[in-house]
């Protein structure tokens, strides 16, 4: 689909959470582009369509962000900074398990996309973007449906 601007990137974050299911612990949905792309900004929509009112700064230093909300844990990932899976370990990667996973650059990882739910693809296109929206397990293209209708 295409995102004319960051309004169209945030509104696509909304209608993402609109149809995990409400406890989406364990569900890990992964966001690809290139620098600048909105990796960010989609998941930033995420998190507040979630209920989050403070701030959502980007992991890119501290690689992992996390939040807590009544139900479950959000886990917000940049792996721009991991060179290889057996760094992940640093970061507690088995821990966040249980959470949402909102994790940019999972391409960092060989072997990862193959382990999330849904994959979001963003590219540069005119003055916006646009959105390749992936099932990769079973829930995750069952989830995505509605998203596209
Ligand atoms: N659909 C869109 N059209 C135009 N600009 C957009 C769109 N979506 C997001 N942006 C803008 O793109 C810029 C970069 O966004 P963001 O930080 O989310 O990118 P990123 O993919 O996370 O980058 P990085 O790879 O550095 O983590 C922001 O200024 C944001 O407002
Ligand atoms: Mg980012």
Known sequence: MHLADEAATEKLGRDLIAVLPE?????????????????????????????????????????????????????????????DASELEFLGWSDLRDGLLLVEWPERVEGLSERGDVLINLSYRGDGRNAEITGISQRGREAIHSVLL
Do not use: C, N
């Open 23 to 83: 406890d989406s612990g364990g569900w890990m949905i992964l966001m690809q582009g290139e620098l600048g792309a909105g990796k960010s900004t989609l998941a930033r929509s995420m998190i507040r369509a979630l209920g989050h009112h403070g701030k959502v700064p980007s992991p890119t230093y501290t690689l992992v962000e996390p939040y807590r909300f009544s139900d479950m844990m959000v886990y917000h990932v940049d792996l721009y900074r991991i060179a």
